[in-house]
């Protein structure tokens, strides 16, 4: 199995910034499709980023211009920055590695944006 620890998640007052770092144990997140997900209270959890590979990105409609998410494969870590963020971003952020027909997540960080 591969284990997903993240990290980086905390409370923000609107329009503030924070990086969520996803660092993945046992599995290389260069040949990985990595995502970041999102879940609020009492709502599904969604797709936030995605990087497919190193130069290919996809994100949410809400989140575009404001996050962006990249890998260190020297760290072997994938990386979410938000910058400009929103009191409707607040949700638990999980980390997620896709390598055919593995899938794993991370536990979850809590990310809280104050207005």
């Known amino acids: 199995q591969v284990h997903l620890v993240e990290s980086g998640g905390g409370l923000v007052q609107a329009g503030g910034s924070l990086r969520l770092s996803c660092a993945a144990l046992?599995?290389?997140?260069?040949?990985?499709?990595m995502g970041w997900y999102r879940q609020a209270p009492g709502k599904q959890r969604d797709l936030v980023a995605r990087?497919?590979?190193?130069?290919?990105?996809h994100y949410v409609d809400s989140v575009k211009g404001r996050f962006t998410i990249s890998r260190d494969n020297t760290e072997n870590t994938v990386d979410l920055h938000m910058n400009s963020l929103k009191p409707e971003d607040t949700a638990v952020y999980y980390c997620?590695?896709?390598?055919?027909?593995?899938?794993?997540w991370g536990p979850g960080t809590q990310v809280t944006v104050s207005s």
């Open positions: 997620n590695f896709v390598f055919g027909e593995f899938n794993f």
């Open positions: 046992g599995g290389r997140v260069t040949v990985a499709t």
């Open positions: 990087i497919v590979r190193d130069s290919i990105t």
